[in-house]
């Protein structure tokens, strides 16, 4: 039996094809619903999974650990699976995007991924967070630029927890040493106006993983959070050919 986990499941009658969902850190189910929607209206079952330590308080993000990141999207995994859809695809943003590599380079049986903004390259003052998460737990997140900078609504904490930032660069540091593992046909598709985490990391990724089947897409307008930015209008032609053409063979 499938061990549960919270999430939004999008089941139309005789889809073939299921995909998995997977949003960005102190963020929501909500960040990925758009795509989920538009999955919906072409006959593509979702689920978009509630990663641990999210949905919920950012006393609870505290207390996770990447393994407790990992093993949530693995058991969402496992639900699309129980659907016996004839195709599964892996669809990630930003940390989302961390863990979709991290599942397509250990996990058999997934026939595509796409992946927007992934966040696996992370620097800055990031890298002395083994030292502030020591002396703050958490910091203040001003969230008045969403509604000015995304025209879809979405929920995020508004105060990170240093442990949690510390957790995911811990995770994306395993993500990068194993990106040679994954060979699943993968479409990058990066914001190039991203001001959350610098615009190359859709480049490492497409350079660094061993899949043959792979493209890269930037798009210079869009934000960070492409499927709540208008760009989302030019990035999710992209995804549906990508899973058309795989789902042809």
């Known amino acids: 039996?499938?061990?549960?986990?919270?999430?939004?499941?999008?089941?139309?009658?005789?889809?073939?094809?299921?995909?998995?969902?997977?949003?960005g850190f102190?963020?929501?189910?909500?960040?990925?619903?758009?795509?989920?929607?538009?999955?919906?209206?072409?006959?593509i079952a979702s689920f978009a999974v509630s990663v641990a330590g999210h949905g919920t308080s950012p006393e609870d993000l505290a207390s996770k650990t990447k393994q407790d990141f990992y093993e949530s999207v693995l058991t969402g995994l496992?639900?699309?699976r129980s659907w016996n859809s004839k195709y599964i695809f892996i669809a990630g943003l930003s940390m989302g995007g961390a863990l979709?590599?991290?599942?397509?380079?250990?996990?058999?049986?997934i026939d595509g991924i796409v992946v927007f903004s992934p966040?696996?390259?992370m620097g800055g003052i990031l890298r002395l967070?083994?030292?502030l998460k020591r002396i703050k737990k958490f910091q203040n997140v001003d969230l008045s630029y969403i509604p000015k900078m995304y025209d879809l609504p979405r929920k995020k904490y508004n105060r990170d927890s240093l442990n949690a930032a510390h957790e995911l660069m811990k995770l994306t540091s395993e993500v990068r040493k194993?990106?040679?593992?994954?060979?699943v046909p993968t479409l990058v598709i990066q914001s190039g106006a991203d001001k959350t985490i610098d615009s190359s990391n859709g480049k490492y990724v497409y350079d660094s993983i061993n899949s043959t089947d792979k493209t890269l897409h930037v798009?210079?307008?869009?934000?960070?959070?492409?499927?709540?930015?208008?760009?989302?209008?030019?990035?999710?032609?992209?995804?549906y050919k990508f899973i058309e053409r795989l789902t042809r063979k």
């Open 26 to 43: 102190g963020a929501d189910v909500d960040e990925l619903a758009s795509l989920g929607i538009e999955l919906e209206r072409r006959g």
């Open 219 to 239: 798009i210079e307008g869009a934000e960070h959070v492409i499927t709540c930015h208008p760009t989302r209008h030019e990035a999710y032609p992209l995804v």
């Open 100 to 109: 979709t590599l991290h599942l397509a380079a250990q996990e058999k049986g």
């Open 178 to 183: 194993n990106l040679d593992k994954v060979t």
């Open 1 to 23: 039996m499938t061990p549960q986990v919270d999430g939004i499941i999008r089941q139309p009658d005789g889809a073939n094809v299921a995909f998995l969902l997977i949003h």
């Open 129 to 131: 967070l083994p030292i």
């Open 119 to 121: 966040a696996v390259k």
């Open 78 to 80: 496992d639900l699309i």
